[in-house]
């Protein structure tokens, strides 16, 4: 099952995926004037609401990084 997870205080983070790391299938990011950064996984270890993680990207799509970091705002089973 998809869970998205949209997330705050979001930093773009050198490097390459390491051991810990929560894969996601997708970024989506809205940088307008109300930014809005979401990532979805399927990942069974998704952190909860509040907590703090570092997310790799599940295949590099040549956007210069492929990890973030960022706290989960809301989490939602899709």
Not at 47 to 67: I, N
Request: glycine share 6%.
């Amino acid at each position: 099952m998809t869970v998205r997870l949209f997330l705050t205080s979001v930093k773009i983070l050198e490097g390459t995926p390491e051991t810990g790391d929560v894969l996601v299938e997708r970024l989506f990011i809205n940088a307008s004037e109300l930014s809005e950064v979401w990532v979805d996984t399927e990942s069974a270890r998704t952190p909860d609401r509040g907590k703090s993680a570092v997310f790799a990207l599940a295949r590099d799509m040549r956007l210069g990084f492929v990890r973030i970091s960022g706290t989960v705002e809301r989490k939602v089973q899709r």
